[in-house]
């Protein structure tokens, strides 16, 4: 497949030519609010981090001045003034900057974890695109208190879970603050060129004001960040070094959970040791190896499950540091799931359908393992990105055992292959071509998925208008009856104004009743036709009271696509407004004006359930987080007349900062949904026909969480993330669903099934408790303890503290880890050796 796909990428990129082309002069500095120019200068003495910028090396070149403010009062001149000073050697680029400020006593400095973005505390930071393409960009940033963030920026998005290693060193002293960087070679990509044009931006946040300013003007009213950017020049004669990392890392475990006896022995105890490396190696100047070896993922964050009675399948963030880092390439067409990779075997539910007289599954593991996963990933100077990603899972068995103790193996799911390949390429204008294919081959006579789609962004001159359309293929091969080949297709156009006060959007989505892309990717549903349309005028400057305010207005219309039938049409508007004190508010408003055709719920397509004519309100406010105590609350409403069926929520989120050191946010929220109606069983009539029930049921949930950080000082803090999640569901009486879609009256014959369907009381409780120390560039010790419970049952528990308490009476599995992970650069391990 590979192979075929190569000569795409040759052409692609043959095509590009000089598709990103330099509008700039060559001159020193330019004095607009946008478009700037600033020069780097080869340096001979290499800068000390210190956060004191000596003037012998630092004021050899002439520094980015003038900033103007992004937000708020969007074109106007940053209240400080900001110098910042680019130059560079062999081996990194440097930045200096002293940030003036006549108020320093006001400077903030709130501490935060790595990767924590603004929190409290004043900011500086550089994006680099070192492609010039104005849509990728590698951004790092420190705060006034020294915590570093570093972000990969790309069409895709913001990608927060990029990790580069780099220096820096912040100082506050009588005129403010001064930061100094070194962003070595082998954390950046640029091309093989012997002079270098470089985008830049350089970026303040003052927090006291809430103001954030950048260097090259970014007007908020049009969209995009990087295409906004300024040009760096003056870099000439540095060569990418040879990118060869590793990441070595032991590990060790200790679980705990308790017999369900209640007897605690040795038993209920179990440890392990794991070691394992991460490997980083640069191919050439653009493209990288990233492949983890014996991966170890058990400090991972713990999901905040839910109880999910709904016909579809609940999506779960990925924690997984190697499938979230630098992988914007391979998520750009929404094609690639990663939590995909180590799921539920396809066979998980398969096992009781092959038990045979006498037997039971004693083991049914719930996950497969993950052998390795490796990927290729960067981008040429001609704009074209080429991403691969692979990985490997072992077989997975079920072990069932019968009445004699005697016991064999089920597999689940056998010995399995992702893989996913890219190409991207970027086109003048933030436009881009994107080819992505998916495809899962499967061991043992399995099935194999395959999924290859297009995707492409055309902007005009002046960024106001935008067309995105693409589409995407499914191929399932042997799943079906007859073992063929299964098609599927799914394809869209979007029509957008997307710059200015006025925005507009035209939508088309249509998705086959046999499109699949869930081996890989994520789809709830598929067999939809969806058209919108929407509307929007933002202020972006203040007016009367508000600082900025939103308004938009939208209108969808959704059919099946086999067959033709209408499912639903519905209108939105909502208003958003943040006022001069910095308190946002927001509401919404949804109208259902006629009845929606649900061929879902039922679980037997194509039998529909014909919802009645709904509206739905909400409100929220946050106030302004620069306080020490702050809070988000909010409520919303739903109605519907026909069933006399109501639903209200509402959630506070109090925060409170301490100190620079310490902070706490507890969430709260709360629902209940009366005379939910919804599908509770289904079973075959004396006369081979399908009967529907349907249970009209109270649910009710509670969900409190506390998210609470100690930071100890710029490298080392602890962070406690805590969850209680109850959700209950309590049957009123049921109904049955007849073929018009609507609800009857249960018969005598059906009560026997309906006295089969319990109350769900559902619990789950999770706690981890972390602490981290980076201890070196890129090598950290984490400390982990994990709490894990998790109660279904069928008495409905009315109080909560009682709940509570029966909650923590059930068996809680309890994980304490130690990891060190340990950062290893060919580089300098070579510059050791050669001294």
Known sequence: MLTKL??????????AGN?????????????????????????????????YLEPEVWQQVKPARNFYRYDPLNGKPSSQETEVYMLYDNEAVYIGAILHDTAPDSVLT?????????????????????????????????SAAGVQTDIKHSQSGEDWNWDAVWESSVRTHAEGWTVEMRIPYSAIRFPEAEVQTWGVNFM????????????????????????QEGRVIGIEGVKAPVRLQFMPYVSGYVNHYPSQDGESDAKDFSHSINGGMDVKYGINDAFTLDVTLIPDFGQTQSDNQVLNLGPFEVRYSENRQFFTEGTELFNKAGLFYSRRIGARPVGYADVEEQLEEGEEITRNPTVT???????????????????LFNAFTGNSYATVQDSLGQSREVLTDPFTNYNVFVLDQTLPRNSYVTFTNTNVTRANGYYDANVTGLRMRFADKRNMFALTTGGNLSQLYGKSEDGGVELGHQYFVNLSKISGNLRLGLNHNVESNTYDINDLGFLSNNNEVSTSASVSYNFYQPVWKFLSWNNSFSIGHSML???????????????????????????????????????????TFPQVFVQPPAVSSNIGVSSDYR??????????????????????????????RVNDKFSIVNGNSYSINKRNLGFADKYEGPAQDTHILFGDRTLATVSSTI????????RSGLTLNMRHYWSRAAYQEFFELNKQGLLQPTTAEQEAYTSEISDINYNTFTMDLVYSWRFAPGSELRVVWKNFVEDRGSEIENRYFDNLTNTFDVPQNNNFSVKLLYFIDYISLKNVFSA
């Open 707 to 714: 998210s609470s950080a100690y930071i100890f000082n710029e």
């Open 369 to 387: 393992q993950l052998l390795n996963a490796a990927k290729v990933s960067g981008r040429t100077r001609r704009g074209l990105g080429i991403g």
């Open 627 to 656: 306080k020490r105590f702050a809070l988000d609350a909010g409520a919303s409403f739903w109605r519907a007349r026909r069933y006399d069926q109501n639903s209200w929520s509402f959630s506070l989120t109090p925060r409170f």
């Open 19 to 51: 598709a990103v082309a330099d509008d700039y002069t060559d001159t020193e500095t330019t004095k607009s609010k946008a478009g700037k120019t600033t020069k780097a200068l080869r340096t001979q003495a290499t800068p000390v981090l210190d956060g």
């Open 6 to 15: 190569l000569p795409i990428a040759l052409l692609l990129g043959l095509c």
């Open 110 to 142: 709130q501490l935060g974890g790595r990767d924590s973005g603004e929190n409290n505390s004043d900011m500086f930071g550089v994006y680099l695109d070192t492609y010039h393409d104005k849509q990728n960009a590698f951004a790092f940033l420190v």
């Open 561 to 603: 696509y086999k067959p033709n039938k209408f499912i639903a049409l519905d209108l939105s508007a909502s208003s958003s407004v943040r006022f001069r004190n910095f308190t946002s508010m927001w509401m919404g408003v949804s109208v259902r004006p006629g009845e929606r055709y649900d061929y879902f719920e039922a679980r």
């Open 204 to 227: 303040r946040v003052i927090r006291r004001n809430r103001e954030k300013s950048f260097w090259s003007h970014v007007d908020n009213s049009e969209s995009g960040l990087i295409n």
